[in-house]
């Protein structure tokens, strides 16, 4: 039993090794830094270079002896070490040979103060800590399919390429979609290395709203004081508890509305330190379709029937208006987009949007009739509404033209009765009057 629990327990290491190396190995990035020598009113100019990340969990454990690739410089290849495993996703490492790759830059970082007053508590000395010297780089990567969206903060000796992940924030929501009215949850969490002097020194959370060129602040806490920044923002909250306990900076929207459509991003300030990350929410609410007039009147050939269909309370913008056929044979052919009007916007944000078609039974070759329909495609889903053409004097009477003509043959029938009664009885009293006077 011994022998097997050491074999099981030798098993369980070597997995954990081997994903560990395959899974959490190499990360292809960009080395991205302004040119020297370029000032003034221009912006900077950047240079762009390969590089590699060679990424290990424990720093005592050997560095991955791999020639690199020939068209990457040495000076660019960085052996970090990620006690969290931060960079392991398997976003970040597609299968060998896979032709997508995910997004990775680096960027050299300068440790400042932050300007914002809700984070201005952690810098109160205005002095840089000793902890702070060494050359400090940032890592943005987005991993593949959305599932991933992360920002380290990296700090290493002078003149080292040996750096280690002390701060990153990441999200597991890059991209979100939401109904109207629906609760929206916007992931967003932290870590700070247990073994740095940042830790446990304080921290501050900023969650921004942009969207086409304007912003809005929608909420800010101030960690060290325990305080909110004041905002015009209703109905988005922090889970206090879990942001204390796991880092856990999450925000929530109580109700989804179309004005929440737009890109949110997540700060996180540490003293000197900080990093973001950026999700798009996009409030996606298919349409509600009506036809009118229903039911439609019994038409002729050559009469012509125009139907209206509205389609309201949709977002975003986008929706394509048509209308279709189905015959008496099940068959179905496309009658086109009809008369479509413009845009209109509610107050809540939400789109209407209407079509017209004028419906000629001899000219559209509609037969007998059949059902209309109205069909809305919009990035929510597809939605359709019926109404049924009645079309009689076509070829020979069909069961639901002789049901219209028996039905007009009563009318005409019940008519006639009433006239020629009210006739009778008139003619009836009138002759009684004439023969009681010629009794008198």
Not at 56 to 84: E, G, H, L
Not at 279 to 303: H, K, N, R, T, W
Request: overall charge negative.
């Amino acid at each position: 039993m011994r022998d097997i629990s050491t074999i099981y327990k030798i098993s369980i290491l070597a997995c954990t090794l081997a994903i560990g190396v395959s899974g959490c190995s190499v990360l292809e990035c960009w080395f991205v830094q302004e040119k020297p020598g370029r000032g003034g009113g221009f912006s900077a100019a950047m240079s762009q270079e390969k590089s590699l990340i060679y990424i290990r969990k424990d720093p005592d454990s050997p560095k991955m002896q791999q020639k690199p690739p020939s068209d990457i410089d040495f000076s660019r290849i960085y052996y970090v070490t990620d006690p969290a495993a931060t960079f392991c996703s398997s976003s970040l490492h597609p299968p060998e040979g896979s032709l997508t790759k995910p997004q990775c830059e680096i960027n050299p970082f300068t440790p400042q103060a932050s300007l914002v007053k809700w984070a201005a508590s952690l810098t109160e000395t205005g002095q840089s800590p000793t902890y702070l010297d060494g050359d400090w780089y940032s890592v943005a990567a987005q991993g593949l399919d959305g599932q991933l969206t992360l920002s380290n903060v990296m700090q290493a000796p002078s003149a080292s390429k040996e750096p280690k992940v002390i701060f990153s924030v990441s999200s597991r929501t890059p991209s979100v979609a939401s109904r109207l009215g629906e609760p929206v949850h916007l992931d967003c969490g932290f870590w700070v290395d247990p073994s740095s002097p940042l830790h446990g020194s304080g921290f501050s959370v900023e969650w921004r709203y942009q969207f086409r060129g304007e912003g809005r602040l929608v909420l800010a806490y101030d960690g060290k004081s325990d305080r909110f920044a004041k905002t015009s923002e209703t109905g988005a909250d922090l889970d206090i508890p879990a942001l204390y306990k796991s880092g856990n900076a999450s925000l929530t929207l109580e109700e989804a509305q179309v004005r929440h459509s737009g890109t949110y991003i997540c700060t996180i300030y540490l003293p000197n330190l900080l990093a973001q990350v950026a999700m798009d929410l996009e409030i996606v609410e298919p349409p509600s379709l009506g036809i009118y007039p229903s039911p439609l009147p019994i038409s002729a050939p050559g009469q012509v029937v125009s139907v209206h269909c509205e389609a309201s309370g949709f977002a975003p913008l986008s929706l394509e208006l048509g209308w279709e056929f189905t015959g008496a044979d099940g068959k179905k052919r496309s009658l086109g987009q009809g008369s479509v009007s413009g845009h209109r916007q509610a107050s809540d944000g939400t789109y209407s949007q209407s079509t017209r078609i004028e419906l000629d039974s001899s000219k559209l070759g509609l037969g007998r009739g059949g059902e209309v329909s109205c069909v809305a495609d919009h990035k929510g889903g597809f939605r359709r509404a019926s109404v049924t053409l009645n079309v009689v004097g076509v070829g020979a009477p069909s069961i639901e033209d002789s049901m219209a003509m028996v039905a007009v043959a009563l009318v005409l029938y019940g008519v006639i009765k009433v006239f020629f009664w009210t006739f009778t009885s008139s003619g009836s009293s009138k002759a009684q009057e004439s023969g009681d006077k010629k009794d008198k």
